[in-house]
């Protein structure tokens, strides 16, 4: 098997790297601040909450997603001994607008035809869910989903990487691959050169900053401000999404994570007063008991987000090169299929969904 380089240390780098190791590869993973600490660390984690329809070139890779978490997060537990919370409570879209409510409509009698089963809510069916949603909301759509908490998976994914033979090693910028003619031959890293016959390129919003990539991966950094209230004495228990956010987010520790923002802001990480009061006033519109709630945390995170709003998964230009980026405000939804794809990609196997959507060279230059 060829040695293994993986460039970067979120949720992506970490199961891409876990996954080699665990097919025979000798992987050493880079990641240049510490593992599972950038967009993983400030992601929301909701998986399976998608009303999109199946023409959509993301729906396939989320449906095999869906279908593969459950085995995907038992696994990670068992090797790592963390449980990283993945619980399916439902997601419940919500409208507070006969506009919005119509789009719910024609959202349930799209899936009406297929396989995933949805409930359509008026007012009282909605409120009746969840009793401290506000007065305004006319009606929500009840669909299959849940969450896992994004931290403890991060280090869990760590754990269970490490255990598996993966070398990480953190604080180390790469800044090239390195190549004999078409093919890599490693990466440049710190000022020391790593042999890799095998490199993943899984750097998230850092991917288009490393040379002599080709593709170049043109994604950017799109920063998203997020907080999370003490809803103890609340008690929203479904994962809940508004049109254009805020999401609200349900976790094991009585906390509610709701975000986000969608701003061009470079690599500016600052909470703003416009950021947080947009969120606080769209949240409690929506959960008007959300007002007494201690704030617990806030903080801001840069979503990897590509051009076309599509990750770049599959193989590059030079021989060896694969890309594992690009995932946008999808987060960690897409992760276990992402995973699989690349895997079937370098091993040559069937792959689990159609590649051409996600193909890094449609970024190829003539």
Same mark, same amino acid.
């Given at each position: ?33 510490? /593992? ?21 070139? *993301? ?7 869906? #279908? ?43 899936? #009406? ?17 969840? &009793? ?43 800044? *090239?691959?390195?190549?004999? =003619? !078409? ?9 020391? *050169?790593? !042999? ?35 809803? *103890?004495?609340?008690?929203? #228990? !479904? ?6 956010? /805020? ?46 709630? /201690? ?15 599509? /990750? ?18 999808? =987060? ?11 895997? #079937? ?14 193909? &890094? ?6």
């Amino acid at each position: 098997m060829a040695d293994a380089i993986v460039i970067g240390g979120g949720v992506m780098g970490l199961a891409a790297a876990r996954d080699l190791a665990r097919r025979g590869h000798a992987v050493t993973l880079l990641e240049r601040g510490q /593992p599972g600490r950038a967009a993983s660390w400030a992601s929301a984690g909701i998986i399976g909450a998608t009303s999109r329809a199946e023409s959509d070139p *993301s729906f396939s890779l989320r449906r095999v997603s869906n #279908a593969l978490w459950p085995a995907f997060a038992d696994a990670v537990q068992a090797e790592s001994g963390l449980d990283p919370e993945y619980r399916q409570m439902g997601c419940l879209h919500v409208a507070s607008t006969e506009t919005e409510l119509g789009e719910l409509r024609r959202a349930a009698q799209h899936a #009406a035809d297929g396989p995933t089963p949805v409930q359509l809510l008026d007012a009282k069916g909605l409120h009746a869910l969840e &009793p401290a949603l506000g007065p305004r909301l006319l009606g929500g759509l009840l669909v299959p989903g849940g969450n896992v908490e994004n931290r403890r998976l991060c280090r869990a994914l760590e754990i269970a990487a490490r255990r598996a033979g993966v070398r990480i090693e953190a604080g180390v910028e790469v800044q *090239s691959i390195t190549t004999d =003619g !078409h093919r890599v031959t490693g990466v440049l890293a710190a000022n020391r *050169s790593l !042999h890799g016959d095998l490199v993943v390129l899984a750097a998230g919003a850092w991917s288009a900053t490393i040379r002599n990539v080709r593709p170049v991966a043109p994604v950017a950094p799109q920063r998203g401000q997020i907080f999370a209230l003490d809803q *103890s004495r609340v008690g929203i #228990a !479904h994962v809940l999404l508004t049109p254009g956010d /805020p999401y609200f987010v349900p976790r094991c520790d009585g906390r509610l994570v709701i975000g986000a923002t969608r701003e061009e802001a470079g690599w500016d990480p600052s909470l703003t007063a416009g950021g947080v009061a947009w969120l606080l006033n769209r949240a409690m519109e929506v959960v008007p008991a959300l007002k007494d709630c /201690p704030i617990a945390e806030m903080w801001t995170g840069f979503r990897p987000a590509s051009v076309d709003g599509l /990750p770049l998964i599959g193989r590059g230009e030079l021989d060896g090169l694969y890309f594992l980026t690009g995932h946008g405000p999808s =987060g960690i939804a897409p992760l276990p299929g992402s995973v699989a794809l690349l895997m #079937a990609l370098i091993a040559g196997e069937d792959p689990p969904l159609a590649p051409a959507p996600f193909d &890094p060279l449609r970024f190829r230059t003539a």
